[in-house]
């Protein structure tokens, strides 16, 4: 066990010990699949433990919501994949609580588990989930909640840096071979549940010239190596086939890649470890943590977390059935998402790129849109998202590894930048948001654009 593992346990140890006072708790996270399946961990342990608990979701935590929440008086609240960024609030409003986050800390509370106090980075090393198990494991016996532990950083794009889990993720992973598996494969998306054809049609991450949303093209292209995309009148899925097909096919897309322009960032990405969870069923999304991840999405990122909980709970019945269903509304959405930022085009500035999508991206999913996109544009500068939403604008930017290790620390930039024109964010040095008030966008961008450029030149 690592350093920081030992050092971050005896800290979650501390945290469970002040929760296991309580006889109920209310508990907090965030609407994205980490939170959601932070949220989970925690309940399922809370459930062991004989503790009652009431579930809140929210899309971020402000001011407000911690003065509702200081209103009802409650005992004792654990915030997970958020809270972090908010200790002042929590501090002014007397809440008691226990925070297991990943985002950059800002403020001082002593009962904290969050990687950046033991000097890991929160955007790759371990995510809200991973702390969230982290506490779980000293709740009680809740080693088999790993496994989501494992969907949650898979959702926060973990994996991104190194193209493969790491550090404190990484040690998650390895202890618990029964649950969950490492195997490095196809990176594209949808390996369990769509024909071949179609995840080559779907594929935007890496985005593929030809391929990508041209079904005929994908068809050909795969009748062209010899490949079968139907047998017995079904579509062959990825897992339907054998280990030689797939090494024929990847080698194929591979090559095809390369003639036809795709560039060495995308490349290196077409093939990845994926994280296969031992105790699902094959065949369904909750079988690959990158499927589990975007079916989670589908739930919270349209205010239903509850659906996503309840698939993480267990439940493969009513709430799974939903949850299919909104996951085919959210593909959607992410296409109309995506054609929009390429119809519109995107700003360029000396330091940055930005669109706004007005009130025709919902901002739950306007950060998800910006990443893809960028995953198929401008990759030098950092791209900057803003969407309508009913406080102000609401802001998503997503940088590069690269980017980040010349200095960009997008988190940082923009609370800054808050400091001044209003509004409040955070996040991390890669990924970061914000909502700002309304009339103050261009400020914004003209000083982000400026407190990028001092980064980037080592000057902040
Ligand atoms: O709220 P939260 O911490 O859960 O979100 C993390 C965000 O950072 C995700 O939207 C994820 O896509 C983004 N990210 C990224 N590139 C990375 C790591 C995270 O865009 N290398
Ligand atoms: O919303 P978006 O996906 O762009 O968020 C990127 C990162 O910034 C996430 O880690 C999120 O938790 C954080 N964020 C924040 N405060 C906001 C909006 C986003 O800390 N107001
Ligand atoms: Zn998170």
Redesign the pocket.
């Known amino acids: 066990m690592s350093e920081t593992m030992i050092q971050m346990a005896q800290r979650a140890r501390k945290c469970a010990e002040e929760i296991k006072k309580y006889k109920e708790v209310q508990l907090v996270s ?1 609407i994205d699949a980490d939170g959601i399946s932070s949220a989970a961990i925690i309940a399922r342990s809370m459930e062991r433990a004989g503790i009652e608990y009431e579930m809140l979701f929210v899309k ?1 935590l402000d001011e407000e919501i911690v003065r509702e929440l200081a209103n009802e008086n409650p005992e004792l609240v654990i915030f997970t994949d ?1 809270g972090s ?1 908010q200790i002042e609030h929590i501090n002014n409003y007397g809440l008691h609580a226990v925070i297991a986050d990943h ?1 950059r800390p800002q403020g001082d509370l002593e009962m904290h588990l969050n990687p950046h106090l033991f000097g890991a980075n929160g955007s790759f090393e371990i995510s809200g989930s991973g702390t969230a198990f982290l506490l779980a494991e000293e709740l009680g016996s809740n080693r088999d909640l790993a496994d989501l532990a494992i969907v949650g950083c898979i959702g926060d794009m973990q994996y991104r840096k190194y193209g493969k889990l790491v550090s404190l993720n990484r040690e998650i992973l390895d202890n618990n071979p029964d649950t969950i598996a490492a195997k490095t494969d196809i990176s594209l998306f949808g390996k369990q549940t769509r024909p071949v054809y179609k995840m080559l049609q779907y594929s935007s991450d890496p985005y593929l010239p030809g391929l990508t949303g041209n079904e005929d093209a994908c068809i050909d292209f795969l009748r062209k190596i010899g490949f079968r995309c139907a047998e017995d009148e079904r579509w062959r899925r990825w897992i339907d086939l054998t280990e030689e097909e797939k090494i024929k096919v990847t080698s194929s897309l591979l090559q095809y890649s390369v003639q036809n322009g795709l560039s060495s960032y995308s490349l290196n990405r077409l093939v990845s470890e994926c994280y296969i969870l031992l105790r699902e069923k094959e065949g369904t999304e909750m079988r690959d943590a990158s499927e589990y991840a975007t079916l989670l999405n589908a739930t919270g990122r349209y205010m239903k977390a509850d659906i996503g909980m309840a698939v993480c709970m267990g439940d493969r019945e009513e709430a799974y059935e939903d949850s299919k269903r909104l996951l085919g509304e959210h593909r959607k959405n992410l296409v109309e998402g995506l054609n929009f930022v390429r119809e519109k085009g995107v700003t360029q500035l000396s330091n940055l790129q930005y669109f706004d999508a007005g009130g025709s991206i919902p901002e739950t999913i306007v ?2 849109v ?1 990443g893809m996109s960028h995953a198929s544009s401008n990759r030098h500068l950092p791209i900057v998202a803003f969407a309508d939403k009913e406080d102000g604008h ?1 802001v ?2 997503r940088g590069t590894q690269e980017l980040v290790n010349k200095g960009l620390n997008l ?1 940082e930039a923009i609370s800054q930048v808050c400091q001044v024109v209003g509004g ?5 040095d890669i ?5 700002v008030p309304y009339g103050k966008k261009e400020e914004f961008i003209e000083r982000l654009n400026e407190l990028i450029a001092r980064q980037i030149a080592g000057r902040t």
């Open positions: 965030h971020q958020l960024g985002h950060g998800i910006a609401k998503s930017a988190s409040a964010g955070g996040g991390h990924a970061a948001g914000a909502t």
